[in-house]
């Protein structure tokens, strides 16, 4: 039996945040945090997976204090138990760090079959991770998965290309990061909410796991954070018929520079 280790990420909820029209500076003082939206489908494939692997799915995140609640969250949809690297340093952390802690978490946890990651974070969308932790723990990966099935010891994935799908086969242990349209992710029953409460969390700290010289400090600065605003020039075209309008918006768009 191996297990599936599904990495998630705990981010602010973008319902929640406020843009300051004059300054476009983006205020997350009463943004609440959720599990990323692209994560919930990862941690779904991941119970899927688990189940033909036949082993167990297992969730893991790297994050500051307020990712323990994400931690009941991510167990109430399958994982049979979390684990969850704690350091202040995740809420600035880039995808080199973040790679860097949660590869070094899944060699602590052990074997497993599978490394399933999001394509992105709900975030920042950098792509990075998930290839990353393939890299680091020296796995294939396969990314822009939309559909994916586990026979023995082999993967088999459809991956999302630009103009075209492609069939990939893989031997496992690899990492695959997965698309949101793998599948549906159900939102818990009050069952599965309370069974989530009473699963096992294991905390690592930084000096828990085994790191090299350098892995702890990220290789990118954000210069600056900014929102966007939309200004509408609220053009109203009420004259003449219908056809006379019709040409009035193409003329419009044409002198915009859209058509």
Request: hydrophobic share 45%; net charge negative; aromatic share 4%.
């Amino acid at each position: 039996m191996s297990n599936v280790i599904v990495c998630f990420k705990w981010v602010k909820a973008e319902d929640d945040l406020r843009i300051d029209p004059a300054t476009l500076a983006v205020d997350l003082s009463k943004a609440k945090g959720k599990i990323s939206d692209y994560d919930r489908n990862a941690i779904e494939a991941a119970r899927i997976a688990s189940e033909a692997a036949g082993g167990e799915a297992v969730a893991l995140t790297f994050g500051a204090g307020d990712a323990k609640t994400a931690l009941k969250d991510a167990l109430s949809r399958g994982p049979k138990q979390a684990y969850w690297v704690n350091d202040a340093s995740a809420e600035n952390a880039d995808g080199f760090v973040t790679a860097n802690m949660l590869a070094a978490a899944i060699r602590k946890i052990g074997s497993c079959s599978l490394v399933v990651c999001a394509e992105g974070a709900a975030d920042t969308y950098a792509h990075q991770v998930g290839p990353r932790i393939g890299a680091l723990l020296d796995l294939p990966v396969v990314s822009f998965v939309k559909e994916m099935k586990i026979e023995g010891n082999r993967l088999t994935a459809v991956r999302k290309l630009e103009d075209s799908l492609e069939e990939v086969e893989v031997e496992l242990p690899a990492v695959v990061t997965v698309l949101p349209e793998i599948n549906p992710a159900p939102i818990p029953g009050l069952k599965a909410v309370l069974d989530g409460g009473k699963k096992p969390v294991t905390e690592f700290k930084v000096q828990d796991l085994e790191l090299e010289d350098g892995d702890t400090e990220r290789k990118t600065e954000v210069v600056s954070f900014k929102g966007c605003s939309m200004s509408r020039k609220k053009v109203l075209i009420n004259e003449g018929d219908a056809k006379e309008k019709v040409n009035a918006l193409v003329a419009a768009l044409k002198k915009e520079g859209v058509l």
